[in-house]
């Protein structure tokens, strides 16, 4: 276990529902992060979250929404998602640290992870 | 394009051989990290060298780093079976003008170790 959770761990939806993701980490991090990992691409950042504020949104489309009531919870609400958004979702925490919040001097823990296929 | 590329992508050894993967980055890093991910699951961190560093060692592990090749590697000893997945060498690529940086991926080695 790498001190953070994630639910649901698989998740089939069609194109016109409305979910959400959600990752807890037990680990004291101050950022946290949501990445998208296709078949044959390498993992794509997608939002990282500081403090409880996005700092980064890595042009990612609307129809995903990231959500962080605080430093340990982070959620990712789905709406109208396309078949091409299937992919394997994964939450990561770290320590920032410095006084821009250097989010790559320390290691990054990820959660198990969340299949999402969507019809 | 892709800022860590790793080589080969895919390698099968008999358990008890070395392993041996290599990473190359195009840009100046500060530290470079590598990953393992079992199938279909999440990322667990093995390593983090800094630019500064040339070798380091974790168990059976060992990463080097040669930031004049602009290149990495990460030899796993007496190889197990329990050593099967996926390897991914992880660098920091400055995002935007602000200073931030993120982690950016490779397409990683996806290794089998057979019994």
């Given at each position: 276990?790498?001190?953070v959770?994630?639910?649901?761990?698989?998740?089939?939806?069609?194109m016109?529902?409305?979910?959400?993701?959600?990752?807890?980490?037990?680990?004291?991090?101050?950022?946290?992060?949501?990445?998208?990992?296709?078949a044959?691409?390498?993992?794509?950042?997608?939002?990282?979250?500081?403090?409880?504020?996005r700092?980064?949104?890595?042009?990612?489309?609307?129809?995903?929404?990231?959500?962080?009531?605080?430093?340990?919870?982070?959620?990712?609400?789905?709406?109208?998602?396309?078949?091409?958004?299937?992919?394997?979702?994964?939450?990561?925490?770290?320590?920032?640290?410095?006084?821009?919040?250097?989010?790559?001097?320390?290691?990054?823990?990820?959660?198990?992870?969340?299949?999402?296929?969507?019809? | 394009?892709?800022?860590?590329?790793?080589?080969?992508?895919?390698?099968?050894?008999q358990?008890?051989?070395?392993?041996?993967?290599?990473?190359?980055?195009?840009?100046?890093?500060?530290?470079?990290?590598?990953?393992?991910?079992?199938?279909?699951?999440?990322l667990?961190?093995?390593?983090?060298?800094?630019?500064?560093?040339?070798?380091?060692?974790?168990?059976?592990?060992?990463?080097?780093?040669?930031?004049?090749?602009?290149?990495?590697?990460?030899?796993?000893?007496?190889?197990?079976?329990?050593?099967?997945?996926?390897?991914?060498?992880?660098?920091?690529?400055?995002?935007?003008g602000?200073?931030?940086?993120?982690?950016?991926?490779?397409?990683?080695?996806?290794?089998?170790?057979?019994?």
């Amino acid at each position: 276990e790498t001190g953070v959770t994630q639910t649901p761990r698989h998740l089939v939806m069609g194109m016109t529902n409305k979910k959400s993701l959600k990752c807890e980490q037990h680990l004291g991090h101050n950022a946290m992060y949501w990445y998208k990992q296709s078949a044959k691409k390498p993992l794509e950042l997608m939002f990282v979250y500081s403090l409880e504020e996005r700092v980064e949104n890595n042009s990612v489309p609307s129809r995903f929404s990231p959500e962080c009531p605080n430093s340990s919870h982070l959620f990712l609400h789905l709406h109208t998602l396309q078949p091409e958004d299937s992919a394997l979702y994964l939450c990561a925490s770290s320590q920032a640290s410095g006084r821009t919040l250097y989010y790559t001097r320390n290691e990054q823990f990820f959660g198990p992870g969340t299949r999402l296929t969507v019809l | 394009s892709q800022q860590g590329e790793e080589d080969p992508q895919a390698l099968s050894i008999q358990e008890g051989e070395n392993a041996t993967m290599n990473c190359s980055y195009k840009t100046s890093i500060n530290n470079l990290q590598w990953y393992r991910q079992n199938s279909g699951r999440g990322l667990v961190h093995l390593i983090l060298i800094r630019s500064n560093e040339r070798e380091k060692h974790s168990g059976r592990l060992r990463v080097t780093l040669d930031t004049s090749k602009k290149s990495s590697s990460l030899l796993i000893t007496a190889s197990r079976a329990a050593d099967t997945a996926s390897y991914f060498c992880a660098t920091d690529t400055k995002y935007s003008g602000a200073g931030s940086y993120q982690l950016t991926f490779g397409k990683g080695t996806k290794l089998s170790v057979i019994p």
